[in-house]
Every structure is written in C-alpha cells, then in structure tokens.
C-alpha cells in the first residue's frame, strides 16, 4: 500500500515537473527582456535537477543523483555569470 502511493506520488511529481519545465521554456523563448530569459533558465535548470532527483528515486540508481549535481553546480554559476553580465556588461573584469 505504501509503495503504491509512493510510486503513484512520484509519477505525479515527475509529471508536474514536466509541465514546469515547458512554463520556462515558455519564459525562455517569449520573455519581453533579457532578465525574463535568466530566469526561465534559472527555473529550467532547478526543475531538470528536480526531474533527475526522481528519476533516481523511481529506479534507485545513484547515477542520477550526480547528473543532478552536476547539474545544479553549472546552473548555478552559469546562473551567477549572466546576471553579473547583464548588470556590468561583462563577466570577467
């Protein structure tokens, strides 16, 4: 019973998490400015960390859970290097 919900609640997360990603895939593409675009990007990342924390939940594989790391550290410095160009205008000073 418990492994039932278990399963059920992670395929509805994974499902969610999709439907998160397109939303900022949405905002990537159409963002009226450059700081809308940073942020679909920030979002799209977070949630294909998300996406690959379950998919190693659901399998119970531990290669998932380093792609998702590795993930969220490039997200996040590439994250950090765009807003430090779109406030000076260049990344390295």
Not at 17 to 34: E, F, I, N, S, Y
């Amino acid at each position: 019973m418990i492994t039932e919900i278990l399963v059920w609640s992670i395929l509805v997360a994974q499902i969610l998490l999709v439907l998160a990603m397109g939303c900022a895939v949405v905002r990537m593409l159409k963002g009226p400015r450059a700081q809308d675009r940073v942020l679909g990007l920030d979002t799209l990342y977070v949630n294909a960390t998300m996406l690959l924390l379950t998919f190693g939940i659901r399998t119970a594989s531990i290669l998932y859970f380093e792609a998702a790391l590795i993930i969220a550290l490039l997200g996040f410095v590439s994250t950090a290097a765009l807003a430090k160009f779109l406030m000076r205008g260049e990344v390295i000073e």
